[in-house]
């Protein structure tokens, strides 16, 4: 996927689990409830995204504007 946004000039970046985890809860080991939960708290949603993937990309999209323009690997 990564290799097919990039060569259609779309710009990619990757974090590893343990960087979402820590841009949403602070520490990179946490349940994907906890980060779900978060996810809401951080949003200021009603309830939990659901599926559990959304409450996921919503946490990477997090991530993402947080972090440092270094950090983002750009293809």
């Known amino acids: 996927m990564l290799v097919a946004a990039s060569s259609a000039g779309v710009a990619c ?3 590893a689990p343990s960087s ?16 779900a939960k978060m996810v809401k708290a951080i949003l200021g949603l009603e309830e939990i995204p ?8 919503l946490a990477v999209a997090i991530c993402h504007a947080l972090a440092p323009p ?4 750009v293809a």
């Open 13 to 15: 970046a990757e974090y």
């Open 70 to 73: 270094l950090m983002q690997v």
């Open 50 to 57: 659901t599926p559990n993937h959304a409450a996921d990309a």
């Open 20 to 35: 979402v985890e820590a841009a949403v809860c602070g520490y990179g080991t946490r349940e994907k409830q906890q980060v």
